[in-house]
């Protein structure tokens, strides 16, 4: 089974992708993430989890709820991470959670897409996208191709600027930058709504006519990338930045 978390797309899409190239079921998390659903989840085939990095590490949220959900059939857990450059001691964690829930760790392999993280980096131009996704599609096949085998992932050499990343600068991350205090709508917000629905924590109401953020946010993207207007800002530091949404998800 497949299942992802997706902010703006990327994950979503190597998750069909691999889906589609080993034959396997998806299963989308953040509606089970957002309504709180630990439902047991049975699977015969692998778990896959295809998950973005936040801060070289998956995202938290992933976490807390693979760890209170149960799992049924088959024990072997690969992770598929997309990141913007690299997913640093990613797999380290990933490993550590396997061992928490008995799972079988097959690995953890980083996906590099285009960059979405506008709230600190620019988001490339359609074309550099474009061109990114499609070097990452060797990547997915080549993940699809061992998952079908059985395989364990390849490891990947770990250096000490990826244990910084994903050990202090991670714990910093969520200390310091990871809040939803900065975002607002500019005034060409047309109350459209859309930001309620991408949200995967139910952390956005409208109120009168206006987005109001309700302070559990994982700094996903995916409402200050999907506003269709492009009035949702982060501060200052998303003014003028061109916004992300994976092309092959739109």
């Known amino acids: 089974m497949i299942l992802y978390f997706s902010g703006t797309g990327n994950s979503a899409f190597a998750a069909k992708k691999i889906a589609a190239l080993t034959g396997d079921e998806v299963l989308d998390l953040n509606e089970r993430i957002k309504n709180e659903d630990y439902t047991k989840v049975h ?94 599609e060797g990547r997915i096949r080549r993940c699809a191709v061992l998952i079908k085998k059985g395989a364990v992932f390849p490891k990947k050499k770990i250096c000490i600027s990826d244990r910084i990343k994903s050990g202090p600068v991670n714990r910093l991350f969520y200390g310091v930058c990871v809040s939803d205090r900065q975002f607002y709508a500019a005034s060409g917000c047309v109350g459209c709504g859309k930001w309620v629905k991408v949200c995967p924590l139910h952390n956005i109401r409208l109120k009168n006519g206006k987005p109001e953020w309700g302070g559990d946010c994982t700094h996903c993207m995916a409402c200050i990338c999907s506003c269709p207007e492009e009035s949702i800002e982060y501060g200052k530091k998303t003014l003028g930045k061109r916004r992300y949404l994976c092309p092959e998800e739109r």
């Open 43 to 136: 699977s015969e085939k692998p778990l896959v989890f295809v998950t973005p990095v936040y801060a070289w590490r998956m995202p938290e949220k992933v976490k807390e709820w693979i760890g209170k959900t149960g799992f049924t059939g088959s024990r072997s857990a690969y992770f598929v991470m997309t990141c913007g450059e690299d997913n640093g001691n990613a797999a380290k964690y990933a490993g550590k959670l396997c061992y928490k829930k008995h799972f079988m760790y097959m690995g953890c392999m980083e996906i590099v897409m285009p960059e979405n993280y506008i709230a600190m980096f620019c988001a490339p131009s359609r074309q550099e996208a474009g061109r990114i996704i499609r070097q990452a």
